[in-house]
Every structure is written in C-alpha cells, then in structure tokens.
C-alpha cells in the first residue's frame, strides 16, 4: 500500500476530518489544527515506552521459527486466504512486518507504538484513534496483548474498529517465559479470552488450543542447564550434567514426529498444559 492510500484511511483523532498532507514533514488536520509528524515519511501519533528496546529482525514463515510460531503462521494465513481480495486489514502491534507478505492480497497497514522501518504508522492505539469507526474487515492481534497492561483498553477500540462482521484475530501464548522485558504483563487462560470477547459483543468463529509437551520438556531441561548445575559443587555437578544430557538427547529423539505440537479445536482440548491459544472473534452483522 502506497502512503497515500493507506493516508485515506487515517483521520484525525480529534475531530474526524481529513488531513493535509502537503508538508512532507507534518501532517495537518484540515479543521482543528491538530499536527502529526512524520518519520521516514510515516505518521508517528504517539512516542513509545522509554524502556521499550526495538525488535530485531527475524525471519518467520510457515518453516521458520519456534513450534509456536509456525501454528501461528498456518492459523493467520488459513484466516488471510479466507478474506476476499482488497479486504482491509490492521495488523496491531506489526513490529518487524512478520505478516505483511501475508495479506499481500489485501489492504493492509501495519501498525505499532514504536516506528520500526517495516510498519506503516505509529500509534499506542490505546490512547489515540487516529481511524473511523467501523474501518477495518479483519483486526489482528499476534503475540501482542501479554505485553499490553491495559488489554481490555486495547480489544474495546480493536472491536470498534471492525466492520459489521468484521472479525478480530487473536494469537497469545500462556506457559511461556518471560520475553520482551520489561513489557510482559499477562497471560490468558481461554476463559479470559471468551469473557473479553463477549465484553465486546464479539463472538467465536475459530479458537484453537496449542500444545507441545516436548516445547516443555525443552524449558524444563534448559532450566536445569541454566539455574541448577551452577549450584553444584564438583563431583555432584559432573553426575548432574551427565544426566541432564541423556535426558536431553532421549527427549530430542521423542519429539522427532511431533516437534509441531498438536493444534486443537478448544472444546476437543482436555490437556491443562496449554501453550498458546488461536482465536477469531467475530462482530455480528448488525451491529
């Protein structure tokens, strides 16, 4: 998407006119006055944490990446290819661009709080709705709501922003350790998710359960590697580390066929050790 047709989709926050976007160094609302700069030729509505870190680039994709990644991978693609042609899409919380080639198909803008090369404006989306209501067919949310401390701030506005029956993609992790830091604030159980999404007077369309015992058993043994063979002292570490090692190496001859873990419909899901969830809420027609 070029800057001016994903321009046509931003308006202002404070009173919902148009920009004028002639100053190739600010944009300016056309009846308020209301500013925003522009960063490498992007709209930067807010500035971002102080003790934010930017992200490395890393290349993802159906093969590349954690189990955990892949799923969420094959989940947003199967919902991208289940859009039509030219369906507007907002990918909150875009980061790096993981998923633009993705909807490559579709009309997409990239969105985070930190202007990173790849996204397309930057905005913390909680405290400033640079969009029109009812804007987007599909609002996606991957790996981003841990690291949210207002989250039902952020699902309230991403539920305003679709379309009547428009649909809100969700992928979030729950055994997993702590990533990003300082930012990473919760984790959700599926019974969390369905009250958010009924709060919203969203449904469920798709939700899916992922889990990996051997995803675990690889934490538990790096745990050990990590944080109990330093306590050892010389003959008892030796033994330890021995151990730890033919644990490691059965465990990685286990896992050969199943290093994908096993994705699950949630109501076809009895195993309590879960490591992420899939979901796709959904807002009815009407509304």
């Not at 321009?7 to 500013?35: G, L, M, N």
């Not at 039509?84 to 993981?98: K, S």
């Not at 469920?204 to 675990?216: D, Q, S």
Request: hydrophobic share 40%; aromatic share 10%.
């Amino acid at each position: 998407m070029t800057i001016k047709e994903m321009s046509e989709k931003i308006v202002c926050p404070r009173c919902q006119s148009s920009f004028d976007k002639h100053d190739p160094a600010v944009w300016s609302c056309s009846s308020c006055a209301y500013t925003v700069p522009l960063f490498q030729g992007k709209p930067v509505f807010s500035g971002h944490p102080q003790e934010q870190q930017p992200q490395d680039k890393i290349e993802r994709g159906a093969d590349k990446g954690t189990a955990w990644r892949r799923a969420n991978w094959r989940f947003i693609h199967a919902i991208a290819a289940s859009l039509p042609a030219g369906a507007d899409v907002l990918d909150v919380g875009a980061g790096r661009g993981d998923f633009r080639q993705i909807f490559a198909h579709h009309s997409y803008i990239g969105l985070d709080i930190y202007p990173y090369p790849e996204i397309d404006l930057a905005v913390d989306l909680i405290e400033i709705n640079p969009f029109k209501e009812r804007s987007f067919d599909l609002v996606v949310l991957a790996n981003v709501i841990e690291h949210v401390y207002e989250y039902r701030k952020l699902i309230s506005r991403c539920a305003f922003l679709l379309k009547p029956g428009g649909q809100l993609l969700i992928t979030v992790p729950f055994l997993l350790k702590l990533h990003q830091e300082p930012v990473d604030y919760h984790r959700y159980t599926h019974y969390a998710l369905f009250q958010l999404a009924e709060e919203n007077q969203l449904s469920v369309a798709r939700f899916e359960v992922y889990t990996n015992p051997f995803a675990l058993l690889d934490e538990g043994i790096a745990d050990v590697w990590e944080n109990v063979l330093p306590l050892r002292q010389r003959i008892d570490h030796l033994h330890t580390k021995v151990k730890v090692a033919l644990i490691q190496k059965l465990a990685n001859s286990m896992k050969a066929n199943q290093a994908d873990g096993v994705v699950k419909p949630v109501q076809e899901n009895s195993n309590p050790r879960v490591l992420g969830y899939m979901c796709l809420f959904q807002k009815d027609a009407l509304q």
